[in-house]
């Protein structure tokens, strides 16, 4: 079995797995959202703080299973580095302990591995990662080779439904509240910019979005004086901008990549209208959807211990001297998930 952990951001997690059946044993999540939806976002170090009490008691529980352990997987990049520590000193903790090896983790490519909980790997994917860290399409070809084809150059998907939430007194995490009151909403009553829309770029752009919700909502007299139907008209009308500007970019990438399999992943992937749009999108282009069960779109210790065991059958490990978080990477596309 393998035990993974993950503490990149808000969440504490961690999870057993069997390596040849690839059965999830044990999975267990702490959140921090109460803690930082006073604040309308991640505070580092009151993460960092919480995971420290978090991450002990989930391994509490992981303990009947140490005498079967054969490695420990832990999220180490990208990430806030203050919470990646945590996991860390935790996951060389049991390494020393139990004297297994130690396997270092992407979070990025565990958001990928969320795909294959309990199933086998198969590549080659074509994949929109959209999270509150990042937004970017990825081909992954292989275990080894996950290219990325486009990113965002500002913001992410997931801190853009967080900021306009914020925005409008809603709380965080901003993307479920948003998607529920788009719900009810009118997505034609505010006219907001689709991001890049004549640019020829094949990349993505929040920012300016963002912006546009600020001055709406500073057209509407504030936050305070937006009627409950003016909230959902303008959660209605940001979630649909993402979407056509999500779909716009993708579909130019479909246009020349043949790759039969599409998938989403990250947290916002657990977004049922970016789903039915992209599902759409696939149909027009014969390409398969495949997403990752909703209880695995946000952070999570299960996918890194599915990543876990493809790292493990390989036999690649850290070396525990060595292993440190790695906050930033070269995230550009182009340039390989490494
Ligand atoms: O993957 P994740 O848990 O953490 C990172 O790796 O960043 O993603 C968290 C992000 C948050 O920004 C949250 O607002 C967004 O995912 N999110 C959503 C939805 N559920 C979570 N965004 C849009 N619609 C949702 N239903
Ligand atoms: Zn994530």
């Known amino acids: 079995m393998i035990l993974s952990i993950e503490s990149s951001c808000d969440d504490s997690s961690i999870a057993v797995t069997e390596i040849e059946s690839r059965r999830l044993l044990l999975h267990k999540k702490i959140s921090q959202e109460k803690e930082h939806s006073l604040y309308g976002g991640v505070v580092p170090e009151l993460a960092s703080r919480l995971h420290a009490v978090a991450l002990p008691k989930l391994l509490e529980e992981a303990k009947p299973y140490f005498s079967s352990l054969k490695a420990v997987a832990v999220t180490n990049r990208p990430g806030l580095g203050v919470t990646l520590m945590e996991g860390i000193a935790m996951a060389k903790t049991v390494a020393v302990l139990l004297e297994i090896p130690i396997i270092d983790v992407h979070h990025l490519k565990g958001h990928v591995y969320s795909l294959f909980i309990e199933k086998p790997s198969h590549f080659p994917l074509l994949i929109l990662l959209v999270s509150g860290g990042h937004t970017m399409v990825l081909r992954a070809n292989s275990f080894e080779q996950m290219e990325i084809l486009a990113t965002s150059i500002d913001d992410s998907v997931g801190e853009s439904f967080d900021k306009t939430a914020k925005m409008m007194g809603l709380g965080y995490p901003g993307g479920p509240v948003i998607e529920a009151l788009a719900k009810e909403g009118d997505p034609e009553r505010f006219a907001l910019p689709v991001p890049l829309r004549n640019d020829k770029r094949i990349a993505f752009s929040l920012s300016g979005l963002k912006n546009a919700v600020r001055l709406t909502v500073e057209s509407l007299g504030g936050a305070d004086a937006m009627s409950h139907k003016d909230k ?18 993708t579909k130019k990438i479909f246009k020349t990549d043949t790759t039969k399999d599409f998938a989403i992943v990250g947290g916002a992937s657990a977004n049922l209208a970016i789903r039915e749009a992209f599902g759409e999108l696939c149909a027009d282009f014969g390409k398969t959807m495949l997403l990752a069960p909703l209880e695995y779109c ?23 001297d060595t292993l440190d978080a790695v906050v930033t990477r070269k995230l550009q596309s182009g340039t390989l998930l490494e």
């Open 298 to 320: 946000s952070d999570n210790a299960a996918m890194i211990g599915r990543y876990g065991i493809d790292a493990y059958l390989r036999n690649q490990f850290a070396d525990i």
């Open 232 to 249: 959902c008209d303008l959660a209605a009308s940001f979630q649909a901008t993402v979407i056509k500007h999500l779909l716009q970019k």
